[in-house]
């Protein structure tokens, strides 16, 4: 092993939608909204600047997401730099069903990674950390794998259980999908939201959400014209309407309008899978937004197809 490499490392990682509607806990969607992580090695302590959403927070840098997530990667790969210096551009909103805390895990394993793999003169970062462990420790720290997912690959992902533990189905979404994200001004706990969901729930239901969750693979790899009904959910938007009634009325509203719309992950974000060159564009969105009450932020995206990756110094 050699010494500590002096040179930051810097990590983009892209927001994430999860579920979108019927796929719930196995559907992510990779979105160009992204956090940035520059992180060096320090002499000794701890230091965190962050900037953009979450800023009030950096005063806490023991509760940082990305410094805990930095040292899960830094133990597997053998062992802890005598110090972390962190730099964060948050751009992904938190506590708005988009992936932040997906975003934050991902970012600090991949600089941990590469600060490790600078160190051990390794060829490529996954020779100290490979990629399926990275997954293994994102999904640990996460505790559901669409996000975390979706924002390690880009693109659309479908995440299963097998014997041998978590897959990964990564697919090519429609080049001219053009997902529109609606923010409210207040965020949901994603406890909150999951708190509101029954143990149970009818067979029939089981059933029509199966059958739209294959017909939204369809929709979003090839049939966009079916992509109104195969965003219809029957497991867990209606239970948490109470929890965020400004979103459930968005999402009626958009959806009667002919603009497949869903609760982005947990909520209280909607996500408009809008198609480019098809009715129901982004204007149509953020006009409809404007007459459903309450101030709505409405940020136009494209899919992100590359996933989280290190840009170097």
């Not at 050699?2 to 930051?8: A, D, I, V």
């Not at 997401?65 to 040292?71: W, Y």
């Not at 805390?101 to 490529?124: F, M, P, Q, T």
Request: charged share 15%.
């Amino acid at each position: 092993m050699t010494s500590w490499p002096g040179q930051p490392v810097t990590v983009v990682a892209p927001a994430t939608s999860a579920n979108l509607g019927p796929g719930f806990d196995s559907l992510g969607l990779a979105l160009s909204l992204y956090d940035t992580v520059q992180a060096r090695v320090a002499e000794s302590g701890v230091a965190v600047r962050v900037t953009g959403m979450g800023a009030d927070q950096a005063d806490r840098p023991d509760r940082q997401l990305v410094i805990r997530a930095m040292r899960a990667g830094f133990a597997a790969t053998g062992g802890q730099p005598p110090g972390i210096t962190v730099s964060c551009r948050n751009d992904v909103p938190q506590g708005f069903g988009l992936g932040s805390s997906a975003a934050a895990i991902v970012a600090g394993l991949l600089a941990a990674r590469a600060l490790a793999a600078g160190r051990a003169a390794a060829a490529e970062p996954a020779d100290v950390l490979p990629d399926a462990e990275v997954l293994r420790l994102a999904c640990d720290m996460e505790g559901h794998p669409d996000n975390v997912a979706a924002c390690l690959a880009g693109g659309l992902i479908i995440t299963f259980d097998t014997a041998a533990g978590l897959g990964v189905a990564r697919l090519e979404p429609l080049p001219a999908l053009a997902p529109v994200v609606c923010t409210p001004a207040t965020p949901v706990a994603t406890k909150t939201a999951r708190k509101a969901l029954p143990e149970q729930v009818p067979h029939a239901d089981a059933a029509a959400n199966s059958a739209r969750a294959a017909l939204l693979i369809a929709a979003l790899t090839g049939r966009p014209d079916l992509l109104l009904a195969g965003t219809e959910d029957f497991l867990h938007q209606r239970y948490r309407a109470a929890t965020m009634p400004e979103t459930a009325a968005l999402v009626t509203a958009l959806r009667a309008a002919g603009i497949p719309a869903v609760v982005s992950g947990a909520g209280p974000s909607v996500l408009a899978l809008t198609v480019a060159d098809r009715p129901g564009d982004a204007a149509e969105v953020a006009r409809i937004a404007g007459l459903a009450g309450g101030p709505w932020r409405v940020l136009p995206l494209r899919v992100d197809v590359e996933g989280a990756r290190v840009l170097g110094g």
